[in-house]
């Protein structure tokens, strides 16, 4: 795997939509997300993101504006066919709606576009599978800490594989949709007996999330120096998590009602193309950890297999928003700090033979830093329960209440180059069942 950047990465390009080279932009003409919207007027159809506005690809391809094999996917209502292609056809519709968008197009048609203002963003593939993994190792190290296994906090196979779990993918959700509180067996910290009831420890986790392409046929694993051209795009997603029901389910077989609540997802898919200028070497391997497994060890992979993601989180209250107050900051840490590439990820998960399909979703765990301003959750931030975060208005937080408002945001920066954002990752509380 070599860095492939060619002219839609050029930081000199600018688009006819104004919005789109406004500094700060999340979506200028050098990132083109791809997401699946609706209006009023028209049921699902793909899009991408430019500025403020969404370049209607359906309509586009109708038009012939679009050409090649990408083109006839695109009369469909989500990403999958399009994924299966892979990243040549999907380099190629990039570099179609590159031209189509660019500021010197002298046939601008406006009547592509429809303002995102207006427009409901839906779940951009079927995600037939969810898979998360657990390679924050800050988070992994500090959630030990706080559970007073300290001395011990890695599990011996953590250096020699990227530990995950089959999630549900039955309730991956959109960037918008509340999420329930959820109700089941409980057990904080320092409490003798299990109860059932509505999670009083209710959590977010920060993590990104990766999209499969063509995928492999059951029986055949992933080769690492194969598995980055199955990686097509990324996303922010929250982890959910339920820490009181957690607490008490993990034992013997891990987490299950504690993570099945819900997982949000931001709507754009950041292309890995788009995501180019912005790679980097992997996090290096802790003093002692011996050496990666033969199976999950590429060259390119260690070379230039991360990326540098900054990572941020918000917490807007009810009474903040009330008070028409901001919402306050909680942390910012960055995708430097995954101790696995998605690579190695892809490779570990299809290493027996499991079968990985066209818009599959795969998580990355926790991606917490290696300090207090970067911890990516409240079990660590509140160090389990015990000390209180002080939001700007005076209002305390262990863990989420009724109305709380979590939003992530993802920028990538580097000089030379247009920095892209992935879009808002929210989603509000609400009220258990009763």
């Known amino acids: 795997m070599t860095v492939a950047l060619d002219h839609t990465h050029d930081a000199a390009a600018r688009s006819w939509i104004e919005a789109a080279n406004g500094e700060g932009a999340d979506f200028p003409i050098q990132n083109l997300p791809l997401g699946v919207f609706s209006t009023g007027s028209a049921g699902p159809r793909c899009g991408v993101a430019i500025g403020d506005q969404i370049l ?43 031209a189509l968008l660019r500021e010197d197009n002298d046939r601008r048609d406006g009547s592509l576009l429809h303002p995102m ?24 190290i500090r959630c030990a800490d706080v559970l007073g296994q300290g001395e011990n906090p890695l599990p011996p196979n953590y250096h020699t594989m990227p ?52 995928g492999n046929p059951v029986g055949e694993p992933v080769a690492i120096d194969q598995a980055e051209d199955q990686v097509v795009g990324y996303c922010l997603l929250n982890d959910w998590s339920a820490r009181d029901i957690q607490l008490f389910e993990m034992a013997p077989l891990g987490a299950f009602n504690s993570k099945s609540l819900s997982t949000s997802i931001s709507p754009w898919v950041v292309t890995a193309d788009a995501l180019e200028p912005f790679r980097i070497a992997p996090m290096k391997r802790l003093p002692g950890a011996g050496p990666v497994p033969a199976y999950l060890d590429g060259a390119a992979d260690q070379e230039c297999g991360g990326i540098d993601v900054t990572l941020t989180a918000t917490l807007s209250t009810a009474a903040m928003r009330a008070a ?30 499991c079968c990985l399909m066209p818009g599959d979703l795969i998580g990355t765990g926790t991606i917490s830093g290696p300090d207090q301003a970067s911890y990516a959750s409240l079990f660590e931030l509140s160090v389990g329960g015990r000390e209180p975060l002080v939001l700007p208005n ?41």
């Open 56 to 98: 209607d690809l359906k309509l586009a391809a109708e038009r012939e504006l679009i050409e090649g094999p990408a083109a006839a996917t695109l009369s469909v209502e989500n990403l999958d066919r399009l994924f299966a292609l892979g990243r040549p056809a999907m380099r190629a519709l990039r570099h179609a709606v590159f």
């Open 117 to 140: 203002r207006d427009c409901t963003l839906l779940l951009p593939t079927s995600v037939r599978s969810f898979t998360d993994f657990y390679v924050g190792i800050h988070h992994a």
């Open 163 to 214: 530990l995950g779990y089959n999630g549900r993918a039955s309730t991956v959700r959109v960037s918008g949709e509340n999420v329930r509180r959820p109700i089941g067996m409980r057990k904080p910290i320092g409490q003798p007996q299990s109860s059932f009831g509505a999670c009083e420890w209710l959590d977010f986790e920060l993590e990104m999330g990766f999209y499969i392409g063509p």
């Open 324 to 353: 028409g107050a901001p919402a306050a900051h909680l942390l910012e840490t960055g995708s430097r700090y995954l101790y696995w590439t998605c690579a190695q990820m892809v490779a570990q998960q299809s290493v027996t033979g």
């Open 394 to 434: 005076g209002e305390r937080r262990m863990f989420l209440e009724d109305g709380d408002e979590v939003s992530f945001t993802g920028r990538c920066s580097r000089d030379g180059f247009v920095p892209i954002g992935f879009g808002a990752c929210s989603a509000q509380i609400l009220p258990a069942l009763a």
